[in-house]
C-alpha cells in the first residue's frame, strides 16, 4: 500500500488555523501523484456527542472558534433544589425552552437570529443512572445586554409577580478570546473527566473547513522536524499570513511506532 505524508489544513474562520502532518496511506497510487490540493472540503461534525471524546473536545474548539468571539457571551446556568431536573432529558427540554426565550427577545428587539453551542454537564450517583449536579454552559452571539440574557433564566411570572422566579444560578460573561481564540474556555468546560458531557449547536453555526496536501512535506522532513522544532519563523515562510499561536499550544510533535511522527499546529493569522 502507498504511503506518504499528508497536510491537511482546517480553517476556523478567518482568525485560525489547524495544521495537522501525518502519514496517509491510499490504495490507488494515481491519487498521490496528482500534486494537487483537494477541493475545500466542511469538516465533519463528530456522530460523537459526548464531549469524553477526543475528537469531538478538539471539534468543539474549532466550531467555537469559527463562530464565536470578542462581543460574544459564555453563560453559565444552574438550577435551584426545587428545579434541578430529574432526567438529562428534562434538562435539555428546560434549556431549549430558553433558548427560545432568547431568540424570541433577539428577533423582538430586531437582531440577527440566535447562534449557539449548548455543554450540559452533568455527573452521576453510585448506581450509575440518575444525573446529579446537572449544569449548562453556552457559548452564543451578542447583541442582547447581559441583564437579559439572566433575566430570561426564570419560569413564567405568577399572577401578581413582577417577573418570573429564577430557576438557578446565571451568569453571562463577555468572551475574551486571546491568542488561541476561545481554546482556553473549552479546555476548561471539557477538563473534569469524571463528568458527563454532551453537546449540541444552533444550525446556523458556519463550519469550520479544510484541504489536503499529499507533497508539501517528505517523511524525512517531517522527522527532521520533530527533532529540531524549528523557530516560529520557520513555519511563518511556510505558512505566509500565518504564525503559531504560542510556543507551548502552537506546536505539538508525536511518534507512532506504526506510522513514525506526525506534527499538529495550532495557528492564527498575523494582523
Not at 499528508?6 to 480553517?11: F, H, L
Not at 453556552?138 to 419560569?155: A, C, P, T, Y
Request: overall charge positive; charged content about 35%; glycine content about 6%.
Amino acid at each position: 500500500m502507498k504511503t506518504f505524508t499528508r497536510e491537511k489544513k482546517i480553517y476556523c474562520g478567518e482568525k485560525y488555523l489547524e495544521v495537522d502532518i501525518y502519514t496517509y496511506t491510499k490504495n490507488q497510487e494515481e491519487v498521490s501523484r496528482r500534486g494537487k490540493r483537494s477541493k475545500r472540503k466542511k469538516e465533519s461534525e463528530p456522530k460523537q456527542k459526548n464531549l469524553n471524546d477526543k475528537n469531538a473536545r478538539r471539534y468543539l474548539t474549532q466550531l467555537a472558534n469559527t463562530n464565536f468571539g470578542e462581543g460574544d457571551l459564555h453563560v453559565a446556568v444552574t438550577y435551584k433544589d426545587k428545579f434541578l431536573p430529574e432526567t438529562i432529558e428534562a434538562a435539555e427540554k428546560e434549556i431549549s425552552n430558553y433558548l427560545r426565550r432568547i431568540s424570541y427577545r433577539r428577533k423582538k428587539d430586531g437582531l440577527d437570529s440566535l447562534k449557539y453551542i449548548l455543554v450540559t454537564e452533568y455527573s452521576v450517583e453510585k448506581d450509575g443512572e440518575k444525573p446529579v449536579r446537572i449544569h449548562h454552559h453556552i457559548f452564543m452571539n451578542g447583541g442582547l445586554s447581559r441583564e437579559v440574557i439572566e433575566d430570561l433564566w426564570s419560569k413564567r411570572k405568577q399572577k401578581g409577580q413582577k417577573k418570573g422566579e429564577s430557576i438557578g444560578y446565571i451568569n453571562a460573561d463577555r468572551l475574551q478570546p486571546d491568542e488561541n481564540g476561545t481554546a482556553a474556555l473549552c479546555r476548561y468546560l471539557t477538563k473534569y473527566k469524571n463528568r458527563k458531557k454532551r453537546w449540541s449547536s444552533s444550525h446556523n453555526l458556519k463550519k469550520p473547513w479544510s484541504r489536503t496536501n499529499d507533497h508539501k512535506y517528505s517523511r524525512r522532513e517531517v522527522e527532521k522536524i520533530c527533532k529540531e522544532i524549528p523557530s516560529r519563523s520557520y513555519w511563518e515562510k511556510k505558512y505566509p499570513g500565518w504564525t503559531l499561536t504560542n510556543s507551548d499550544y502552537g506546536f505539538k510533535a508525536e511518534y507512532n511506532d506504526i506510522t513514525g511522527w506526525s506534527v499538529y499546529l495550532k495557528m492564527r493569522r498575523l494582523e
